[in-house]
């Protein structure tokens, strides 16, 4: 996954920010779907990519910062 190790920090965090947020009103997009799979109410298939789409970045942003936990990388640093 060195491709991942390569993004900055900033740019995930910020696209994690603005595709997770997406569209504000009347409720973000992840959390509605989110809310349908724990209801079991997730069967359409475009609200299944609905959800693959807004929840990737937020999900890459977490593989990175547990990837750089391991190994004890600050998010400045070089690795």
């Keep these: 996954m060195h491709w991942l190790d390569k993004i ?3 740019a995930l965090v910020l696209a ?3 595709l997770g947020l997406a569209p ?3 409720e973000p ?9 724990a209801n ?3 069967a359409r298939p ?14 890459l942003l977490a593989v990175r910062l547990i990837r750089m936990a391991r ?3 600050k998010p400045g640093s070089s690795a």
Aim: charged share 10%; proline share 8%.
């Design 8 to 10: 900055p920090i900033t």
């Design 16 to 18: 994690a920010i603005a």
């Design 24 to 26: 504000l009103t009347p």
């Design 29 to 37: 997009h992840l959390w509605q779907k989110l809310k349908m799979l």
């Design 40 to 42: 079991g109410t997730l």
């Design 46 to 59: 475009i609200d299944i990519f609905d959800l693959v789409m807004h929840a990737s970045v937020p999900l």
């Design 71 to 73: 190994s004890g990388n």
